[in-house]
């Protein structure tokens, strides 16, 4: 509606404080990756511990060290993005519970608790423990991986994020990048079934995750203007353009066609390219989407 | 008690007394502000306008700073002001994001969100915001909205059908209010920002909080 009536009076902004900038830097995007990876890796465990039992012996330790070293990093960056790092532990004795980051950060810290005393049982060699322990972590890394949704959902200036899309992205940003690191992993400790299963969910995921981008930048400008002005930053020579596109292609479409290509010719080699890609393209995404809607004008 | 603010944009004539009396009241840093004067002219040569526009915190109803706040530095005061503890904000910069108005700013100096306050230490004295005391025309009119001899009220019931609110689509249900406002001085969409076509000052971004 806005831009209708701009043509109409022509106003323009002729005195007024200098806009704030980005506020939410790239530490945050690597904070979700990052998360992405830690409760992804621990997915997968429990998909090839339903779906393929026999081959999980040799990964229960590394998946757990992965996720363990994968969620200290989502921590240390939200730490680092702190403006007062020294005062992180207010959020434990003055928690307020309307507040998606106090209810994500005790989240993140029981899963960090459970990673532990998975990794501890892993190095012990108790698998039936184990396996039983990994229920609960795997139910909890849903509401972990989802806690950003939310977080992004509650920040009210910002209407990109507040759509229920932004929690599907969440979980299948998991799912792809929990694949991809776990073909990178598996080697040759996986067999070819077991292999397909995870191409198949990152190939999956990747098709979901881009179908759903893609209604929202052709049908996210029809909800509000809001969303129209922000996705303006990714169309045309916005600034964010050729960054969207990139990571559109590295994530989601190169991937698929890859695993499609590994497939028909068994290639483990264009798999691992495929999970690279996604592993990489997934930061880029990710960044993209945290960026332009900071750039529009709240006031 | 439920405080508000209404500001009749057709006395406003943007000296930016206001402005200047809050920075010095609450000691607001250079390069950031609890409330400002933004000046948006409209229309094309010779015939134009230019509209002034106080803009401050709008001590939201349902304030979407103090939901998302993990540790309630961002909380309600008895007589409906949304103030800060700036000695429990941890500087997360939620309640930056999640401000629809764009009121909120980490101070450089003590790293810890910011905003207006209604001058809350004043109105504890019983004395009125700095920025109302400082208008020339009585253009910020400040009261008890629960009261209906204030002046705030009988202000609001004499204008019934001109008062707005700043995006009212986004629930909040602020307690700041404008006389005369239109979607030039209140939609941030429906004006221009050109780079270099300001009159003091290059639009442009600022690091905050020694960040980028």
Request: glycine letters at 12%; one cysteine or more.
């Given at each position: 509606m806005a831009h209708e009536i701009l043509a109409a009076t022509n106003a323009v902004v002729t005195l007024d404080v200098a806009l704030p900038g980005i506020i939410w830097p790239w530490l945050v995007t690597v904070n979700m990756w990052a998360k992405s990876i830690g409760t992804g890796v621990i997915f997968m465990l429990f998909m090839l511990v339903r779906m393929h039992p026999n081959e999980v012996a040799k990964l229960r330790l590394p998946t757990a060290i992965v996720a363990f070293v994968f969620i200290n990093i989502f921590l240390l960056f939200t730490l680092a993005d702190l403006h007062q790092p020294f005062r992180m532990w207010h959020i434990f004795v003055?928690?307020?519970?309307?507040s998606s980051i106090t209810v994500g950060a005790w989240m993140a810290t029981i899963f960090l608790g459970l990673l532990s005393l998975l990794a501890l049982l892993a190095y012990k060699k108790e698998d039936v423990k184990f396996d039983k322990v990994l229920l609960w972590t795997t139910i909890l890394a849903i509401p972990v991986t989802l806690y950003t949704a939310g977080l992004m959902a509650q920040c009210t200036a910002r209407e990109l994020w507040q759509m229920p899309t932004e929690s599907a992205q969440m979980i299948l940003a998991a799912l792809l990048s929990g694949s991809a690191f776990m073909i990178l992993m598996g080697g040759n400790k996986l067999s070819e079934e077991a292999k397909n299963s995870l191409g198949v969910v990152l190939g999956l995921s990747a098709l979901m995750a881009f179908i759903i981008y893609m209604a929202e930048y052709i049908f996210g400008p029809m909800k509000a203007e809001e969303v129209a002005a922000v996705l303006d930053y990714v169309k045309g020579d916005g600034p964010y353009t050729v960054m969207f596109w990139i990571g559109q292609w590295m994530t989601y479409l190169l991937p698929m066609l890859l695993i499609v290509l590994s497939r028909a010719s068994k290639s483990e080699s264009i798999l691992k390219l495929a999970a690279i890609l996604a592993l990489v393209g997934l930061a880029i995404v990710k960044h993209v989407w945290l960026m332009i809607p900071q750039l529009l004008p709240m006031s | 008690m439920q405080l508000g603010f209404l500001v009749d944009l057709h006395l406003c004539m943007g000296c930016k007394g206001c402005e200047i009396a809050c920075k010095v009241e609450n000691e607001v840093p250079l390069s950031t502000w609890r409330l400002r004067v933004k000046y948006v002219d409209v229309g094309n040569f010779p015939e134009t306008k230019r509209t002034f526009t106080p803009l401050r915190c709008n001590h939201c109803e349902n304030a979407p700073c103090e939901r998302i706040c993990p540790v309630s530095a961002l909380h309600y005061l008895e007589n409906g002001i949304v103030n800060i503890d700036k000695e429990r904000?941890?500087?997360?910069a939620g309640c930056v994001m999640a401000c629809p108005y764009g009121a909120i700013y980490i101070d450089p100096q003590t790293q810890t969100a910011d905003k207006c306050t209604y001058c809350a230490h004043r109105v504890a004295s019983s004395m009125m915001p700095a920025c109302v005391v400082a208008c020339p025309v009585q253009a910020n009119i400040f009261g008890d909205l629960e009261d209906p001899t204030s002046n705030i009220s009988k202000y609001i019931q004499v204008h019934q059908g001109g008062v707005q609110v700043r995006k009212p689509e986004k629930g909040t249900n602020p307690h700041h209010y404008y006389v005369g406002g239109g979607n030039v001085t209140l939609n941030p969409l429906a004006s221009h920002r050109v780079n270099g076509h300001s009159l003091f000052n290059n639009i442009t971004t600022l690091p905050i909080g020694g960040k980028h």
């Open positions: 003055h928690s307020n519970w309307t | 904000c941890i500087g997360c």
